[in-house]
Structures are given as structure tokens and as C-alpha cells.
């Protein structure tokens, strides 16, 4: 088979998140090339399946999602603009013992100011309590009207 070389292994953990962040990095592009500056609806409900079956698929390999795999999870949530299963992920990053430091800053203004716009003051002061805890500070956009 021409397209397993035999030196090639299965994949592991880092491959799937390079395969996370290369759909989070797409899905950023298609969001600011788009007039309203969102992922049209559509798109966000075909790709959203994806992941999961992505993490699904990194289980059944007997894989362990890390907190790296959690962070572009609830990166590509934002970018998809759906702020539950991006808490979702941002809670399993935690239970990971990672870090909102993996969060790209652009994403974690998207998710606070999502949630701003949804009313939702609890769910940013668990964030930025969290932001506090890794000693982050808030992104400048994240501040402005």
C-alpha cells in the first residue's frame, strides 16, 4: 500500500491534536472571511460531529485525550460558536490538569465575549477565576466595548 509506509506507526495522541488544531485553524479562517463573521450554521452542524467522533475514535485506539486534545476541542467549540460544549471542554481541560494557558487568546476573548452577549456573568467568573489560578491575565480585546 502506497500510503502506509511500513515506518509509519498508528496514530497517537499528538497526531489527532495537530488534526484538532489544523480544523480549529480552518474553521477560524471560514469564520473571518464569513460577512457576519460567524461559521454559518450548516457548516458548524456538519463539522461539529466530527470531533466527537474524533475523540471517540482516539478512545476506541485506546488513546487518552490530554489537556492539549481538551484545549482545541473547546477552541474549535468557540469557533463554532456553541458556548455549553465549550465550557464542556474547558471543564474536561481542567479535570486534565491543564491549563487556560493552551487556549489561544483569541479564542478565550470569543468565549468570554460570547458569553457576555448571552447574559451568562457566572460562566465568565468561573473563567477568569480560572484565568487567575494560572496567573493569565486578560486579553486586551477581551476589555474592549
Sequence with gaps: D????PSWGPPD???YNALLAGMVYRLGAVRRNSPDG???AATAAA???VFGSLREEMLRRALRPDAVTHARMCEAYVVLGDADLALGALESLQAA???TKLLGKRHLT???TMLAAEGRPVDMLAILRAMVQDNMRLPRAATAP
Excluded at 502506497?2 to 509506509?5: G, Q
Design 97 to 99: 490538569n491543564g491549563s
Design 38 to 40: 460567524a461559521v454559518d
Design 2 to 5: 502506497a500510503y502506509r509506509p
Design 47 to 49: 463539522v461539529q460531529p
Design 13 to 15: 495522541v499528538d497526531t
Design 110 to 112: 470569543q468565549l468570554l
